[in-house]
């Protein structure tokens, strides 16, 4: 089975900094989907960036952009000029692409605070 | 707003107590999946369903049921609640099941169990 690893359960950023957040999983899939959500207080799950692993280069989303080291089975995130709203829990997650049941496995997430 | 609702947003209710949580997925979504979200914790697979039949099953309790109907809306079912059923239920919806197709989340279902 697949599983979704974050190390860091919290991690702080100053405000207009740069903060990376780490993620590694385990499969032996040769093709699946990576993706990062944000989950704010109000709990509801807003995807963030999203990679194909077939794809070499990097996905990129305005301020947020992923390091996606496949040999590795790393995929960190990286928010630019960190805002307050960046606030909440991140998770990384895993989702098979030759597999029908395509659900999603999700890491334990990694809860970011913004010092203003 | 993703289009997926859910119904109820919070519930309380007893240990022993049997809840039904619903689902109804984005219009011509197809395939509805289950997540358990528990305190702290990242979401765990429980169940999908696409047109009507049951495609994946995760760690789902036997006490826990799930069905989807003809007019694709899906309820989650909880029998016999314990204190650790409290969670954070939520209903994704996707057009089909292949993992190209993006999951829609709905905003969950919290159940406190006392």
């Known amino acids: 089975a697949q599983t979704v690893t974050q190390s860091q359960p919290e991690m702080s950023v100053q405000e207009a900094e740069t903060v990376t957040l780490s993620c590694t999983y385990d499969t032996s899939e040769s093709d699946y989907y990576l993706f990062w959500y944000k989950q704010p207080p109000s709990r509801q799950m807003i995807l963030v960036i999203r990679?194909?692993?077939?794809?070499?280069q990097n996905a990129t989303e305005n301020r947020f952009s992923v390091n996606f080291q496949k040999a590795a089975k790393s995929f960190s995130l990286k928010i630019s000029d960190s805002q307050l709203g960046d606030a909440a829990m991140y998770f990384c997650?895993?989702?098979?692409?030759?597999?029908?049941?395509?659900?999603?496995?999700f890491g334990t997430g990694t809860s970011l605070t913004v010092i203003p | 707003d993703s289009g997926v609702t859910q119904t109820p947003k919070h519930l309380i209710t007893a240990t022993g107590q049997r809840v039904t949580l619903r689902c109804s997925p984005r219009?011509?979504?197809?395939?509805v999946y289950w997540y358990q979200q528990s305190l702290d914790q990242g979401l765990q697979f429980l169940i999908q369903y696409y047109n009507g039949e049951e495609r994946a099953k995760g760690n789902i309790l036997e006490r826990f049921s799930a069905q989807q109907f003809p007019d694709l809306h899906s309820e989650l079912n909880l029998s016999s609640l314990e204190l650790g059923d409290s969670a954070l239920y939520f209903c994704?919806?996707?057009?089909?099941?292949?993992?190209?197709?993006?999951?829609?989340f709905g905003p969950g279902t919290r159940l406190t169990v006392t």
């Open positions: 990679q194909e692993a077939y794809k070499q």
């Open positions: 994704a919806s996707s057009v089909g099941t292949g993992g190209y197709y993006e999951q829609y």
């Open positions: 997650a895993y989702r098979s692409a030759v597999n029908t049941g395509n659900q999603f496995y």
């Open positions: 219009s011509g979504d197809l395939s």
